[in-house]
């Protein structure tokens, strides 16, 4: 009886430890979709995380990641990793151009094309893919033949299997920066489906062909299981940083906490919010097309404002400083052939330049006022202060200030000052004040 009490219970065990995996095997089975969602121009914080969600979506071995792509494109060297990580991808990518008025513009045309598939959201935009250079300049005529013969070629090869009519409309959108809608870019075979959202995307996958690794591979995506992979801290912090108005921000807010410290040493709070908001813009000013002249306007505005703090002018640097800020800053980001979406938004450069220029201002106010406060130390202090006569001053005498017994005298021209009158420090020589009968 033991023996058959012990060997129940331990069925009973192993069915309770057995059952929930079962379960699990049985909810796992459904298959599993990765979704990543880029908006903005291309990045090396992107970059990373695209890589990043393709890592995690071949450990989870799922069936297949959705890159949801909105940007109006970037740099070429960028654009040709991206295009590398998804192709060598052991799971299957689709680019998802969506929302409803997203664009793969420029650089973003061939990321979509490298999916294992493409689709659009209806109301999007592909194409205008024309190299620049790295200000958002037109290139010359030798470079730019280069570049566009070796886009061309990339698009070639990623864009095959889609047809010649595909292909040509690829290469139009190089050569002659042509761009076609969603309903354009289907009618050519240039990506393979129209879906309104993503369910609607999976719809239209379940049983779909893709070709990963040379082989062929028939998509199961019904009743998938959909996992957003979320950016990082790092990888939001890296995009926010290649913002250009946060950069303007940081290199406004840290010049100023510099001067700061500068003009007033001795704290080191807004020493280090300095140094901290001035190495975060760097990283901002190594990624973005920057014209560097635009610095120098920015140098010069801040020396401006310090030395106005330091020699006074009543203000005449200040707004000097004020105007060559807002010149600084639409050089350094607003230049004429560097991309709108690169741009720092001129409402916010004179707002934060007028912002500035009045802190200073204020900061001149309480300069100047500091030089015409009266002395409040040592014997000068002494001058317009009042006591009163602890004797006859006739014309010596002694006077009580404060709590201090002083010599005295009256001053030339006084009459004799009775003790006990309240009198006025006219100036004081050596130890000896001289004094008048106070009003």
């Known amino acids: 009886m033991l ?17 929930p995996h079962s379960s699990t095997r049985a909810q796992g089975s459904l ?20 890589k990043r969600g393709i890592r995690e979506a071949e450990r989870d071995g799922a069936e297949l990641l959705v890159f949801q792509l909105n940007t109006p494109g970037g740099s070429i060297d960028l654009m040709q990793d991206m295009v590398e990580s998804i192709r060598a991808s052991q799971v299957p990518v689709v680019v998802y151009v969506s929302p409803r008025g997203a ?28 190299p620049v250079g790295g200000q958002g300049e037109d290139l010359g005529e030798t470079i730019a033949a280069k570049e566009k013969n070796i886009l061309k070629a990339t698009v070639r090869s990623i864009a095959e299997r889609r047809g010649e009519a595909a292909i040509q409309l690829a290469e139009s959108t190089i050569e002659e920066a042509a761009a076609a809608s969603a309903s354009e870019a289907l009618a050519v ?9 993503l369910d609607d995307l999976l719809g239209q996958l379940d049983g779909f062909t ?15 299981q959909v996992n957003p992979v979320n950016p990082s801290f790092i990888e939001s912090l890296l995009a926010t940083l290649t913002n250009p108005n946060i950069v303007f921000l940081l290199i406004t807010i840290g010049v100023q906490a510099i001067l700061i410290e500068i003009s007033s040493p001795g704290g080191w709070v807004a020493g280090f919010i300095g140094v901290v908001c001035l190495t975060l813009a760097t990283y901002g000013l190594g990624i973005l097309p920057v014209n560097w002249f635009g610095l120098i306007f920015l140098a010069t505005a801040f020396v401006l404002f310090l030395l106005d703090i330091k020699a006074p002018t009543h203000g005449a640097l200040t707004a000097a400083g004020v105007a060559s800020l807002i010149v600084g800053a639409l050089v350094l980001f607003n230049s004429p052939g560097v991309p709108r979406f690169q741009r ?10 007028i912002a500035t220029g009045a802190i200073f201002f204020i900061i001149l106010g309480f300069a ?19 006591g009163s006569a602890r004797s006859e001053l006739d014309p010596n005498g002694a006077v009580q200030l404060g709590s201090e017994l002083w010599t005295a005298e009256a001053a030339p021209g006084e009459a004799p000052i009775p003790a006990g009158s309240r009198v006025e420090v006219v100036r004081v020589e050596g130890l000896r004040l001289i004094v008048r009968k106070a009003a």
């Open 210 to 224: 893709v070709f990963i690794q040379g082989e062929s591979l028939s998509l199961r995506t019904a009743n998938a």
């Open 368 to 386: 100047l006022r500091a030089q015409r406060a009266p002395v409040r130390m040592g014997i000068e202090s002494l001058v317009g202060r009042t």
């Open 103 to 130: 664009m793969a513009g420029s650089a973003g045309t061939l990321i979509t094309l490298a999916g294992h598939a493409a689709a659009m959201a209806p109301e999007t935009a592909i194409g205008a893919a024309s």
């Open 31 to 50: 298959p599993e979709v990765k979704l990543l969602t880029a908006d903005g121009p291309l990045t090396p914080a992107m970059y990373e995380y695209l």
């Open 3 to 19: 023996k058959r009490l012990w060997l129940t219970l331990l069925l009973f065990s192993a069915f309770v430890v057995i059952l």
């Open 344 to 353: 720092v938004s001129v409402p916010l450069i004179i707002g934060m330049s």
């Open 189 to 197: 075979g240039l990506v393979d489906f129209i879906a309104s959202d």
